[in-house]
């Protein structure tokens, strides 16, 4: 793949994810299968609207049966999957449609919460859109009408996996196939802190005192369709809490009130202000922790610390009696490590929520932030 990105004044290749593969295989292994033909190279369209042509490995035909390979090439970003091989089989059924599940070395969901049900192989939404969508594109150019069963697997998946946190969400067995764009872009923290300290400094000299933090896209659509605030007050920050904090301070804003996902937030409550899974995931230990603190039975807690979400977490607390008691606890944690962080010059304040039961908790000056915030905007 030749699309790059110009990051920290470097060149940074792009690449292509464990989605993109699949579909790729899968597209392969339906065209030799319906005419017969060998194919070296494979063509798609990727849902960024970037077309890859990829070579097609490891191919094996059988009467009712082809499969193929996909490398996987996350260009310049570092990725435990990089230069694995992706397989899809395709096979004839007698069962109309497309079916598509994961073999050897793709996980299997064994927790609610995550994009696919218990039960499911780990490939995610878009992943299975675009595998289908691409199936049925060979159906149609060669008048198949029958159903086809797909099968995606990858013989290395399940050592890989021992690298990734799926272990801990509860998917087993092997690697996820994931992408929601269909292009893996590489990731400077450095370019994105820069971004949001030029954004921070333009609220800043157009003469805001006051700013609203949010970590992305969740933030922004609760903020505009449950607070009924216009989503262009806030600034997206990412997982870099500490450093949009830092960057308020060095700029001289007076107050930075932060809403977000209680997934994201919750970490703060455990002082870590890089909110990024790669740094860790102690979601689950910091609301049990608050949870027995607030008077959970042990038998409770090891329910909470098995769970994959925090809304899973809260539905165990809420059935207790216990969810307003623990989100009170954990919210003025929240509160006192972004006050740290934020030190004597800046005021700091926090809303939780969640896309199930909506705001969870407000610090105690929430409502006066949000208000200067207004003004200002």
Known sequence: MEEFVVKDGKRLRMGYTTGSCAAAAAKAAAWMLLTGKRREKISLRTPKGIDLTLPVLEIQAEENTVSCAIEKDSGDDPDITKGTLIFAAVSRTDTPGITIDGGQGIGRVTKRGLDQPVGNAAINSVPRKMIEENILEICRLTDYTDGLSVVIFAPDGERLAKKTFNPRLGIVGGISILGTTGIVEPMSEAALVETIRVELRQRKENGAKYVLLTPGNYGSDFIRLDMGIDAGTAVQVSNFIGDALDICRELGFQGALLIGHIGKLVKIGGGMLNTHSKYGDCRMEILAAHAGAAGAA????????????????????????????????????????????GGETLETGAILFSKEYGILGKTDNSQKLLNKILEDF
């Open 298 to 341: 042990p038998r409770l807690l090891e329910q909470i610390l098995d769970c994959v979400t925090c809304d899973d977490g809260l539905r165990i607390l809420k059935s207790a009696g216990l969810c307003d008691r623990t989100l009170s606890r954990l919210t003025r944690r929240i509160g006192f490590h972004l006050q740290h962080r």
